[in-house]
């Protein structure tokens, strides 16, 4: 049974957004739970690098039948996106939402910033959306800004290096490999320095944060404490998908889910519709399209058109909405 959507949305506290940034989260699929039904997006898997080793991230390049981050049918090239999301948005029209994430770490990539710029210029209406572990936001904060993106997701799994030195085996920063606890330093740091930064330049952003049973089930509701004190917009926990060397570790039931998710309501709003999408997820978040047949697709296509030419038509006349 589907979970009930009960999130509310938070008025009283964090950065006053402009009306452009209303409208983009209005339209994101993500942050407004109300336009998962109305607006899509596509992901473009142009990232395949990344800088650190989680013990439940597992990136295969080519499991056609898998839904989950890190998959990926492709690789693309920053003009093949460009190409992709021309076809996608011609045949689509209710794709609003460009966003990269992986099947690496997007600040890991240079392509990311290469497709951003190429895809500002030709849809500039698009809203522009990255998801990353953080590793490199400060120094990358700027770069995000000149391309365009205006909605960010960070991962941030622990705020506490002990916890966080469990969840991930090592990363790479600045061409050294670090482990343990000396990593998981060095992580949280960044990305919660990153994450005001990116706050404070007018960036809309939102956590995902695995939750991970016997290792920081316990530990979310800080975390949530912590995305209060700086300002995020809405957090996203997401249950472990077990495998890699979390692979023996038994998945958060529904119900722990809920219960955790509850437990962070009261520090900042909680997305309860994720769907843990690919890294070349497009459509609506509940009808992925790059797992459907041609066939499928040409349906969906023929009745967005002729919803669109309807759409048209009402608005046409006396330039006002009909019932």
């Known amino acids: 049974m589907p979970e009930e ?20 989260i209005a339209e994101h699929p993500c942050y407004d739970k109300k ?37 990926t049918s492709k690789v ?13 948005r011609a045949d689509y029209p209710f794709i609003k939402v460009v966003g ?17 710029e190429l895809i500002k210029n030709e849809f500039p209406e698009l809203t522009l ?16 800004l000149r391309v365009g993106v205006s909605t960010l997701t960070v991962t941030v799994n622990a705020i506490d290096p002990e916890i966080q030195a469990k969840i991930v085996n090592h990363i790479v920063y600045h061409g050294k490999v670090y482990r343990g606890v000396e990593a998981a330093e060095i992580q949280i740091k960044n990305q919660l320095e990153g994450i005001k930064a990116a706050i404070d330049a007018g960036l809309v952003v939102k956590v995902n944060t695995v939750l991970i049973p016997g290792i920081n089930d316990k530990h979310v509701v800080e975390i949530a404490r912590k995305l209060n004190e700086l300002g ?3 957090m996203n926990v997401m249950p472990l998908i077990n495998q890699g060397a979390f692979a023996d570790i038994e998945p958060p039931t529904a119900e722990e889910r809920k219960t955790v998710q509850e437990a962070c309501e009261p520090y900042v709003m909680q997305m309860r519709h994720c769907r843990q999408c690919r890294a070349d997820a497009y459509g609506l978040l509940s009808q ?3 797992q459907m047949s041609e066939e499928r697709r040409k349906l969906i296509k023929i009745q967005t058109k002729e919803d669109l030419e309807k759409a048209r038509e009402i608005l046409g006349k006396d330039g006002k909405e009909e019932a």
């Open 76 to 88: 693309l090239t920053p003009q093949e996106a460009l190409e992709k999301t021309e076809q996608i």
């Open 288 to 290: 992925d399209m790059s």
């Open 129 to 144: 959306c990255m998801s990353t572990n953080g590793l490199l936001l400060p120094e990358k904060l700027q770069d995000l």
């Open 100 to 116: 990269i994430a992986g099947p690496g770490d997007p600040l890991a990539n240079d392509a990311t910033f290469e497709t951003f």
């Open 35 to 71: 336009a998962q039904h109305k607006f899509g997006r596509i992901h473009l898997a142009v990232a395949p690098k990344c800088n650190i080793q989680c013990n439940f991230c597992v990136r295969e390049f080519d499991c056609v039948n898998e839904s989950r981050p890190g998959v």
């Open 5 to 24: 959507d009960n999130s509310t949305n938070k008025t009283d506290s964090g950065p006053a957004f402009d009306e452009e940034l209303l409208r983009k």
């Open 232 to 234: 995020v917009y809405i």
